[in-house]
Nanobody, 119 residues
Framework: QVQLVESGGGLAQAGGSLRLSCVASGTILFIGDMGWYRQAPGKQRESVAVIGRGGRTNYADSAKDRFIISRDNAKNTVYLQMNSLKPEDTAVYFC?????????????WGRGTQVTVSS
């Protein structure tokens, strides 16, 4: 059974940094796009950054110039380095990936990790 497990969330001060990690586990044959999404209280889930298997990246405007997404294909892991954090970055951050396991490719979500930025 495929699972995505996030780590690295927590409390940070405005202007600080956090690094999120997400590991995909299970009987995995191939991982395509991997990404980070976030959902703040009372708001819809939104895309933060996505990275293709070859390293192509796409960022939300709110993340450009502050966040860096990267991945280690050998470790089935995606990272999100968050710098210059702002209170408005406070949200639950979810990992997402397109994974081919024992059947057709499916989209998977992690359970999320809380990021809280204090002013």
């Amino acid at each position: 059974q495929v699972q995505l497990v996030e780590s690295g969330g927590g409390l940070a001060q405005a202007g600080g940094s956090l690094r999120l990690s997400c590991v995909a586990s299970g009987t995995i044959l191939f991982i395509g796009d991997m990404g980070w999404y976030r959902q703040a209280p009372g708001k819809q889930r939104e895309s933060v950054a996505v990275i293709g298997r070859g390293g192509r990246t796409n960022y939300a405007d709110s993340a450009k110039d502050r966040f860096i997404i990267s991945r280690d294909n050998a470790k089935n892991t995606v990272y999100l380095q968050m710098n210059s954090l702002k209170p408005e970055d406070t949200a639950v951050y979810f990992c997402n990936a397109d994974i081919t396991a024992l059947g057709p490719s499916r989209n998977y979500w992690g359970r999320g990790t809380q990021v809280t930025v204090s002013s």
